[in-house]
């Protein structure tokens, strides 16, 4: 039979998933499952390689992610398509902030007062509109639904299933799982009555946190890390078995031997999705440029304006230089992006605030034309090709370095002129390496 998994952590669930975004796909594509989905721990970090990944392997890429509600209550939620992706970045957004933001331009972009940004926590607000396109199902055990069963209060349960199926109409799930945990046949059978009696669906899940069963030894380890605990000590985030992994359907089918509707409801909802990201769309925002004048034409012009400041004299070898990496930029359409990272540069400048551009943004005469960086790549011989040519025709990426102490005033600027909708902040993970690992995972 045929089964997809629509729980699955990855390694961006810091200190949780223990297996490889790459090995999970392969996995589920060795399996002959056709989609997979990601639902990572309060975030979609994972979300671009997973779908290069998942279409390079012939699967459908579902994503998703395992929110945390205010109170500590989890939620699975699967986008169907990008609007379901836009509302479940929201929802994510609203559990770092801990507060909803509001839809538009001036939308709240702030931490809630008393709010932890260790500990996301979405508001219920959050879910009570904008959530079109998104699938959501009750989650694990500690799912607001299955922890009130568990600890005897049904009335309250119900109450909370409707509340969540009213938020989510006819795209909502009560979750299932069986990974043999104690009191699980009673909360199954409890979530399959509930589910008759309101009318709201089941769908089987695995909660895959590990690939295969023999990788339940390193999720463990991490889990130690994660709450500084030996491995001969016990805790209460240490799991009980190894049962979590990525099982193949037939093993799926087998437990869900007595619930077949649940199974064939994870195909249901694989079928109402597809891939959320248009990973080939330039995303890049159009530069406000005055006079009516085209992107080009004004980049130009700045640039041989710039050129006159920083040479005095422009030379047949200067001149060359630009008009050679003028006709590339514009020939990849990045003018406008060009435009940009010199209006904030300018920004900073126009108020004191110091800034350079590093890295390969250095071997370009525009940009050191322009102010962005200080390097003189004509006078130190750079290759431009080393930043951007016809032939890689890779985007471009230049770093600029604010003076911390007044970099929020820069993000502001950016913020008000482009608008808060169209402006995001990014962060890097941190992974372990030789030294690091034996750090950490010795002292566990």
């Excluded at 499952?33 to 290069?52: E, I, K, Y």
């Excluded at 990944?53 to 890429?61: D, E, V």
């Amino acid at each position: 039979m045929s089964f997809v998994h629509l729980h699955v952590h990855s390694p961006f669930s810091f200190l949780d998933g223990a297996s490889r975004l790459d090995d999970l796909v392969a996995e589920a594509a060795l399996q002959g499952m056709p989609a997979l989905a990601l639902t990572d721990h309060d975030n979609v970090s994972g979300a671009v390689r997973f779908q290069q990944k998942c279409l390079a392997a012939g699967i459908i890429p579902i994503q998703g992610a395992e929110v945390t509600l205010r109170g500590g209550h989890h939620l699975t939620m699967l986008a169907q398509g990008p609007q379901g992706y836009a509302n479940l970045c929201r929802i994510i957004t609203a559990a770092h902030l801990g507060a909803d933001p509001v839809p538009g331009p001036g939308g709240l972009l702030a931490l809630a007062p008393g709010h932890d940004r260790l500990q996301p926590a979405a508001p219920f607000d959050a879910l009570s509109h904008d959530t079109d396109g998104l699938i959501a199902m009750s989650g694990c055990r500690r799912g607001e639904i299955p922890s009130l069963i568990l600890r005897g209060h049904l009335a309250e349960a119900e109450a909370a299933a409707r509340r969540y199926a009213s938020w989510f109409p006819g795209r909502f799930y009560l979750e299932v799982q069986d990974t043999r945990l104690p009191g699980e046949r009673m909360l199954q059978t409890a979530m399959r009555d509930l589910g008759e009696h309101l009318g709201i669906p089941l769908v089987a899940s695995n909660d895959v946190h590990y690939r295969t069963k023999e990788e339940f030894y390193i999720h463990d380890l991490l889990t130690c890390v994660r709450t500084l605990t030996r491995l001969d000590q016990p805790h209460a985030e240490r799991r009980l078995n190894a049962e979590n992994y990525l099982k193949p359907a037939a093993k799926m089918g087998r437990r869900f031997a007595h619930l077949p509707q649940a199974l064939a409801n994870t195909l249901k909802i694989a079928e109402q999705c597809g891939p959320a990201l248009d990973l080939e769309a330039k995303l890049f925002p159009e530069f406000e440029i005055p006079g009516g004048m085209s992107a080009a034409a004004y980049l130009r012009e700045l640039t041989f304006a710039g050129a006159q400041e920083r040479y005095g004299r422009i030379s047949e070898k200067v001149r060359t230089r630009l008009e050679h990496e003028l006709k590339i930029i514009i020939q990849l359409g990045y003018e406008d992006y060009f435009l940009l990272v010199w209006d904030v540069a300018r920004y900073a400048r126009s108020r004191g605030i110091r800034c350079a551009g590093r890295g390969s943004a250095a071997d370009s005469a525009v940009a050191y034309c322009l102010f962005i960086t200080d390097v003189d790549a004509v006078g130190r011989g750079l290759l431009f090709e080393r930043f951007m040519s016809l032939e890689r025709a890779e985007k471009p990426d230049i770093d600029i370095d604010f003076d911390a102490r007044r970099r929020d005033e820069v993000a502001e600027y950016v913020y008000r002129k482009y608008g808060r909708d169209k402006v995001a902040a990014v962060c890097t993970y941190n992974t372990f390496h030789a030294r690091s690992a034996i750090r950490d995972l010795g002292k566990a």
